[in-house]
Every structure is written in structure tokens, then in C-alpha cells.
């Protein structure tokens, strides 16, 4: 089942798509954790370790990606499973 009729208009379509969410102060908090990583990475040996590590978490800060029935005409969407 890839489409569905719309909860709130009657002519809409809703079909399965991603709605991504962007944070700003979150996405400025990951920078600078990145950096902190990036300082990481210059103490041998456990320091380079542990900086990739919070460097490929900052990177996902701040942004994320749900699940979403989205209608085509008015726009409208709820999440799914």
C-alpha cells in the first residue's frame, strides 16, 4: 500500500515519504563538539580513537529524518510506523 486518501482534505492522495527536521542550536552544538573531536585527534593513541567516535556523532546532530504519510495536495502529514 503506497497511497491512502487524505485525513483532511477530500480530493488528496497521501503517499509514504521522509520529513526531515533540521535544529539550528543543535546543529551549531554538533560543530563545536566536531572540533573538540578534531582536537581529539591529534593525542596518541586513545585520544585518535575516541575522536572519530565524537566526530561521527556531531555529525548527526541536529538533523533528523521520519517516516511520513504526506498528502500531495494540501500537505498535511502525520508519522508512521
Same mark, same amino acid.
Given at each position: 500500500?503506497n +497511497?491512502?486518501?487524505?485525513? #483532511?482534505?477530500?480530493?488528496? @492522495?497521501? @503517499?509514504? =515519504?521522509t520529513? !526531515?527536521?533540521?535544529? /539550528? $542550536? ?5 560543530? !563545536?563538539?566536531?572540533? @573538540? $573531536?578534531?582536537? /581529539?585527534?591529534? /593525542?596518541?593513541? *586513545?585520544? =585518535? *580513537?575516541?575522536? *572519530?567516535?565524537?566526530? /561521527? $556523532? !556531531?555529525? &548527526?546532530?541536529?538533523? +533528523? #529524518? #521520519?517516516k @511520513?504519510w #504526506?498528502?500531495?495536495?494540501? $500537505?498535511?502529514?502525520?508519522? &508512521? !510506523?
Amino acid at each position: 500500500m503506497n +497511497s491512502m486518501a487524505c485525513e #483532511k482534505c477530500p480530493d488528496g @492522495v497521501m @503517499v509514504k =515519504t521522509t520529513n !526531515a527536521e533540521h535544529n /539550528l $542550536g543543535m546543529q551549531l552544538f554538533g560543530i !563545536a563538539v566536531f572540533l @573538540v $573531536g578534531l582536537g /581529539l585527534l591529534f /593525542l596518541f593513541p *586513545i585520544g =585518535t *580513537i575516541i575522536g *572519530i567516535f565524537v566526530m /561521527l $556523532g !556531531a555529525a &548527526r546532530m541536529g538533523y +533528523s #529524518k #521520519k517516516k @511520513v504519510w #504526506k498528502c500531495k495536495q494540501c $500537505g498535511y502529514f502525520f508519522s &508512521r !510506523a
